[in-house]
C-alpha cells in the first residue's frame, strides 16, 4: 500500500460500508484531505493517496460514522432468469420452494459492499443472515458470464468466465464489465441492485 496510504479496520461488512459511504460524503463535502481512492473490503477501507496518514488515522478516531450507508447512492436493475444449476438446493437450503427463493431474491434490495475477484465482480449485502448459503463443495471450472450466485451473506454476478464455488440461481444478459464503457464496471461499492425475475 506505501507511505501514503491508510487502512481502517472494523467490525463488520456493514460497518465498512458505512464508513466508506462516509468518508465519500466528507470528501465530497470538502471535509476531508485530498486522497486519491477511498476502497472498501469485507472489514476494512483502504483510503489511499493521503498525505499525513498518521494525522488522518487521528482524526478518524472521533469520527462519528451513521450505522447504516447513506442510501443516495446509484440504483441499478438486473434482470434475471431464475434457472441456474444451484436453485433447488437453495431452495433446500432455506427450507423453501424454488418460487419463494425467487420472490425472496427479487424482493430483497442489495447493496455493494465492495468489489473484487475479477474486474466488474460486487459483493453484494442485504439478504438476511437466516438466508446466507455456503459454498458448493466442489467448486465449478468454469462460471458462464451472468450467472447469478449466493456463498455466505453476499450475491454476486459472473463478469466472465471463471473457477467458481458459488450456488448459481440464475442468469443475466447485464455486462457486468466492458472497457470500453465508462466506468468499465456496472456495480460499484455503494451501488443499491434489485434484481428482476424475467422468463
Known amino acids: 500500500m506505501g507511505r501514503r496510504a491508510l487502512l481502517v479496520e472494523v467490525e463488520s461488512t456493514e460497518r465498512a460500508q458505512a464508513l466508506h459511504a462516509e468518508l465519500l460524503r466528507l470528501r465530497e463535502a470538502g471535509e476531508l ?8 473490503a469485507a472489514v476494512t477501507v483502504l483510503v489511499d ?9 487521528e482524526r478518524l478516531r472521533g469520527l462519528e460514522v451513521p450505522e447504516k450507508a447513506s442510501s443516495h447512492a446509484a440504483s441499478v436493475v438486473l434482470p434475471v432468469r431464475y434457472d441456474g444449476p444451484d436453485l433447488t438446493d437453495v431452495a433446500s437450503l432455506w427450507g423453501t420452494t424454488e418460487e419463494d427463493v425467487v420472490a425472496l431474491h427479487t424482493g430483497t434490495e442489495f447493496r455493494v459492499a465492495f468489489c473484487g475477484f475479477a474486474p466488474g465482480f460486487g459483493y453484494l449485502t442485504g439478504l438476511p443472515e437466516a438466508l446466507r448459503v455456503p459454498r458448493r ?3 465449478r471450472t468454469a462460471v458462464p458470464p451472468g450467472s447469478v450466485g449466493l456463498a455466505g451473506p453476499y450475491t454476486g454476478v459472473y463478469p466472465r468466465t471463471s473457477p467458481g464455488g458459488w450456488q448459481l440461481i440464475g442468469q443475466t444478459d447485464a455486462v457486468l464489465w466492458d472497457v470500453t464503457r465508462e466506468p468499465a464496471a456496472l456495480l460499484s461499492p455503494g451501488t443499491r441492485v434489485r434484481f ?4
Open 137 to 139: 463443495a466442489t467448486p
Open 49 to 57: 493517496g493521503v498525505d499525513d496518514p498518521v494525522a488522518l488515522a
Open 196 to 199: 428482476e425475475a424475467v422468463a
Open 33 to 40: 484531505p485530498a486522497v486519491d481512492e477511498i476502497v472498501p
